[in-house]
């Protein structure tokens, strides 16, 4: 969640995804995944490769708003 305070404060969720190629997710369909049923299961590890991409689209979608 994103916290903007000017006049007045403003929140925005970022969403940061890649699918198995690699290729950034849209933030609509981001959103859309969340209205999905799930069920949590065990943890995985997520390479440092694809987590510097995410941290990177995070930043981005962090300097648009």
Not at 3 to 21: K, M, P, R, W
Not at 41 to 59: A, D, F, G, M, R
């Amino acid at each position: 969640m994103l916290n903007v305070e000017s006049v007045e404060t403003e929140q925005y969720l970022i969403f940061s995804a890649v699918d198995n190629s690699g290729n950034q997710i849209d933030q609509d369909i981001c959103e859309k995944l969340f209205l999905l049923p799930a069920i949590e299961h065990e943890e995985i590890e997520v390479p440092n490769s694809i987590n510097n991409t995410l941290q990177y689209i995070k930043e981005c979608q962090v300097e648009a708003v």
